[in-house]
């Protein structure tokens, strides 16, 4: 019934940009909590940005300004500009979205990000 579709991965030089989109098959408001989270080889899956449905919005401390994320609310999208992208932002960059009532998690298939030179 959820569905979560990111787009906007590839592959960019360091200090490039990319900006990702998750497409939900719900509204927004629909989800207590939408965020992105990001899994490289070898390492555990970490929380990037999330964005909460009052507007409310917390950033990993590894952000560091160089990271946004945004919504639209007519086209039931979030959004993560990123900026200044280091090799170290390389991952597969995941979609979540949570309720509250009923309990839930969903996530989107991911979406590969490579910084490379």
Do not use: H
């Not at 994320?69 to 090799?87: C, E, F, G, W």
Request: aromatic residues 12%.
């Amino acid at each position: 019934q959820v569905q979560l579709v990111e787009s906007g991965g590839g592959l960019v030089q360091p200090g490039g940009s990319l900006r990702l989109s998750c497409d939900a098959s719900r509204s927004i408001f629909f989800f207590n909590r939408m965020g992105w989270y990001r899994q490289a080889p070898g390492k555990e899956r970490e929380l990037v940005a999330a964005i909460f449905s009052g507007g409310s919005i917390n950033y990993a401390d590894f952000v560091k300004g160089r990271f946004t994320i945004s919504r639209d609310i007519a086209k039931n999208t979030v959004y993560l500009q990123m900026s200044s992208l280091r090799p170290e932002d390389t991952a597969v960059y995941y979609c979540n979205a949570q309720t509250t009532s009923p309990v839930g998690a969903y996530w989107g298939q991911g979406t590969q990000v490579t910084v490379s030179a």
